[in-house]
Every structure is written in structure tokens, then in C-alpha cells.
């Protein structure tokens, strides 16, 4: 058994502990924000969380963080469900018309809804529950202590500076066999291990966006709309989603260039964001008055996509008895709702080696590492590629109709003109295809929902020709509905302030 210091009670750092406690190893958590466990997951919506401010904004539980706790930890996933949230199944969501012949992983399309609060609240109260298991709230971790290994899991030939606990806010000392860091995004992990003498590279890249967040209520008799798999969408200038909650919540999130401070500013207004939902096809039935606000817009900058690298040159790791997971290891672009999953996915892989450890503690992040790079890294550059074709595809439009935007250095028309074929072969080919083909359709939500690696539908061969077929037909159709107001057009509807808000159904 392993003493285990996890910093950080955040999805990543519960996750860890979860994973580490029921494999049989001693752990305190360490969580710089003073929070005690509130009494319901009501009451947990308005956690002071200041070291998490994204905690209320929009959150996206995919069908691998689901199916990996119907595997791992099914009394936790129970929980939830007491909770409030409830379980998406997308097959169940398939268009009318469509074919509804079942097919074999239909049973894996399953995501959860919940929000990001309440399904802390849940994993925080299961942690707590093993008794091999300790929460110290109100402590921030201040340095890695540097020592030789005495004793248990840590013996061995480690060549790496060797971590054997941390040193906190208010001056104590935590030993431990295992330092696990998952202090979120904002975690300065770089200068925690510069202290040792060791350089951890990183790779960032600003996704040139900030993050707008309404969470709504629904009204007494009211229901959600109908709802066909994921709803989200990108004009450009503008991409917004929907994310459905526990007791009867959901929220609303749009994100914008972080340069367009117009649009930005119009936007935290309560009353022209919900205006500019009600100006989007997919969004309008959500804030056409079967629902009330129950948050001001919440808004959230620095987002960032970040790879560390915690190994050197030979691929062994930096420092023995230390690890990052979540955002403090890899971070990438909230808008596609994979930190959580993937926070998941690094919790089952730490555990799994430390279970394999023989004693060297090197071994065990040896291990970690290279499954991080197998299951985390892919993901990581799949969102840099997806921000930068969304950048560069913008970049060649016409300002009257995407607004400013930011880049991050000169474009080539070559690159523009793949960007723009790229972003046709979506709209008019992908898109299309998935609304009347069950087997595009399966594809697109297993990639989404991290079941296939986010380069399965290119190299699909079968999905790939269904998608051309529809594409190369975009002719003898017609042309695709727009998904909303150009900018211009946009600006000009928010400027009318006076325009009644919309009144509750009967």
C-alpha cells in the first residue's frame, strides 16, 4: 500500500483519489479552496470554488467517462443518477426516418447530464466514503519536497530526483510515497518542478476564444425540446451549444473571438445573450419562455490547449514519486467538452500502474506517461488542429460575415483553401450524411464521445465514402439552412434593445 498526497479536489484530483483509495492505497486529498462538503447537490451549484471558476459553466460527461464508471465504480454512477443527472442515449435521439435497425456498440452511445457541480459533489462524497481516505480543505501545496526513498512502494533504483511529499500553505509537511498534481489548468506544475533542478517543456497555444455561460431552469409543466444528438454549432464569428443539466437545468454557452470586445460586451447581458439564442434555429426553442435564468452570463478567458512533457529524451521521467493529471498535465479547448472524460481516463491508467509497480516508483510514472500519451495526446492535437482550421477557415471569409478574428501568424491561400474545403466537406457533407445515414451517424458520436480516436472518421473508409457521396450530391439539393445571423446581422438585432423578452409557455 502506497501514502498517497493528491493536490487539488477538483474532477481530476477526486478521480485519482477514487481510482487509488479502492485499489487499497492511502490518500489526502489536499484542495487550496476552503470548501466543506455542502448537504445537496442544490446547495453545491453555489460552491465558492474560487480555484475552479469553470465550475459553472457548461460541462460535457461523454459516453467514455460514462461507460468507464458503469465498469469501474457502478455505485458512483448509481449516485448520480440519484442525483439529478440522467443518462443521455443517443441512439434513442436518432432523426425521424431514420433506420433504427440496432447495431453492435449501440449500448456505449450513452452519455450523462448532469452539472459540473453536481457530479463533484457526488464523486467528492464517495471519496470521502473510503475510509483509507482523507479531504484537507483550506491548504494549497507550496513546494515538492526533495529526499531519498526509505521505505515501501518507493524502493528501488530510481535515477530522478525522488518527491516524498509536499510542503503546504501553512507550513506543514505532508509525506507521502506519491505526489499526485491535479491543481487544474492554473497549476504552475512548471515551478514546482523547477525548484528540483528539472525543466518541464511545454507546447501551448492560445485557442483565441473566451467562454459565455447561462444556466436557465425550466418553468413548472415545461419540458426540453426534442433533441436529435449533440447540439452545438460554428458560424464563425460565433459557436455556441447546449448542455442539458440535473433538476431540470441546462445551460446555454457561446464563445466568441477574444478579440471582438463588440460582441463580448453586448454578450454578458443577460437580456441580449438569451436574444441572441433566441436568434440561433438551434437554441431559439430553449429561451422562447419555457425557462428562466437562474445565473447571470458567466464568462471565462485564457483558454488554452497545453501539452507537458514529464519525461526526458530516453523517455524516463522527470522526478520519481510525482505526476500530473488533468488540465495540470494536458489542457485542451473547454468547447469540446473532453476534461472530465479524459481526467477519468489518466485516474484508471495511474492506478493501474502503480497496481503493476515491483517497487520503483519511476516505473509507475515510466508507465503512466507513455498510457497518457496513447489515450491523452491524440486529443490534444486533435483540438490544436480543429482551432487552427477554424482560425485559418475564418481568416479567408469576408469580414461582413464572420467578424475579427485571431491568428497567430500570416496564411497561406493554400491553407485557407483547405480550411474552407474542409469546413464544405462538414456542411454539406458530413452533416448532411448524418442525418439520414445510421452508420455516419454512429461514427461521428463515437468519435465525439472519445469510443474512436478523433481521426476515425478519416480513416474510415466506409464512413469516408458515405460522406463523399452525400457531398459530391450537394448540387441536387437543396442548400443548407443557415445556423444563424451573419454578424452584422446579429449586432444589429442585440442593438435593439427595447424588444419585449419572451413570455412563459401556458
Known amino acids: 500500500m502506497a501514502r498517497v498526497a493528491v493536490a487539488g479536489a477538483g474532477v481530476a484530483g477526486l478521480a485519482s483519489a477514487l481510482y487509488l483509495s479502492r485499489s487499497g492505497h492511502e490518500v489526502v486529498l489536499v484542495e487550496r479552496d476552503d470548501t466543506p462538503l455542502p448537504d445537496n447537490p442544490s446547495d453545491a451549484f453555489w460552491w465558492d470554488r474560487r480555484g475552479a471558476p469553470q465550475v459553472r459553466h457548461s460541462h460535457a460527461f461523454l459516453a467514455r467517462l460514462r461507460n468507464q464508471l458503469l465498469a469501474d465504480h457502478p455505485d458512483v454512477l448509481a449516485s448520480l443518477l440519484e442525483a439529478g443527472a440522467t443518462e443521455m442515449d443517443f441512439i434513442a435521439m436518432l432523426p425521424e426516418g431514420m433506420d433504427r435497425t440496432p447495431m453492435p456498440g449501440d449500448e456505449q452511445l450513452v452519455a450523462l447530464a448532469c ?30 519536497r526533495r529526499g531519498t526513498r526509505q521505505r515501501g512502494v518507493g524502493a528501488g533504483a530510481d535515477r530522478a530526483p525522488v518527491v516524498t511529499g509536499v510542503a503546504l500553505s501553512d507550513g506543514s509537511l505532508l509525506e507521502a510515497d506519491l505526489v499526485v498534481l491535479a491543481g487544474g489548468r492554473r497549476m504552475d506544475v512548471p515551478a514546482l518542478y523547477a525548484e528540483l533542478g528539472t525543466t518541464v517543456e511545454e507546447l501551448e497555444e492560445d485557442t483565441g476564444i473566451i467562454y459565455l455561460s447561462q444556466f436557465m431552469r425550466l418553468r413548472d409543466g415545461a419540458e426540453l425540446p426534442r433533441q436529435v444528438g449533440p447540439i452545438g454549432g460554428d458560424l464563425g464569428y460565433l459557436k455556441y451549444a447546449v448542455f442539458n443539466g440535473d433538476d431540470r437545468t441546462f445551460s446555454l454557452t457561446f464563445a466568441v473571438d ?9 454578450l454578458l447581458d443577460p437580456t441580449l445573450f438569451e436574444r441572441a439564442a433566441a436568434n440561433l434555429p438551434a437554441t431559439a426553442a430553449h429561451v422562447d419562455g419555457r425557462a428562466e435564468a437562474i445565473t447571470g452570463v458567466e464568462v471565462m478567458g485564457g483558454l488554452i490547449n497545453r501539452r507537458r512533457s514529464f519525461t526526458d529524451s530516453d523517455g524516463q521521467p522527470l522526478l520519481t514519486g510525482a505526476v500530473a493529471v488533468g488540465d495540470a498535465h494536458t489542457a485542451t479547448n473547454p468547447l469540446y467538452g473532453r476534461g472530465c472524460s479524459l481526467a477519468l481516463v489518466q485516474a484508471r491508467a495511474l492506478a493501474a500502474a502503480l497496481d503493476r509497480s515491483t517497487g520503483s516508483l519511476t516505473d509507475v510514472a515510466a508507465q503512466y506517461e507513455a498510457e497518457s500519451q496513447r489515450e491523452v495526446e491524440p486529443w490534444y492535437r486533435a483540438a490544436v488542429s480543429q482551432d487552427r482550421m477554424a482560425r485559418t477557415a475564418a481568416q479567408g471569409r469576408p469580414t461582413n460575415t ?26 454539406e457533407g458530413l452533416f448532411p450524411a448524418m442525418r439520414v445515414d445510421p452508420v455516419v451517424l454512429r461514427a461521428f458520436l463515437a468519435m465525439f464521445n472519445l469510443l474512436r480516436p478523433p481521426d476515425s472518421l478519416m480513416t474510415d473508409s466506409d464512413v469516408i465514402g458515405r460522406v463523399m457521396a452525400v457531398y459530391q450530391d450537394r448540387d441536387n439539393r437543396a442548400p443548407e439552412p443557415a445556423l444563424g445571423p451573419t454578424r452584422e446581422e446579429l449586432l444589429e438585432c442585440l442593438a435593439q434593445r427595447s424588444v419585449s423578452r419572451p413570455q412563459p409557455r401556458e
Open 402 to 427: 464572420s467578424g475579427p478574428i485571431s491568428t497567430s501568424g500570416p496564411t497561406s491561400t493554400d491553407e485557407v483553401t483547405r480550411a474552407e474545403f474542409m469546413r464544405s466537406l462538414l456542411r
Open 258 to 266: 477574444s478579440k471582438d470586445r463588440e460582441l463580448r460586451r453586448l
Open 115 to 144: 452539472r459540473r457541480t453536481t457530479f463533484e459533489w457526488v464523486l467528492r462524497r464517495a471519496v470521502l466514503s473510503e475510509s483509507t481516505t482523507e479531504l484537507r480543505h483550506g491548504l494549497a501545496v507550496s513546494h515538492l
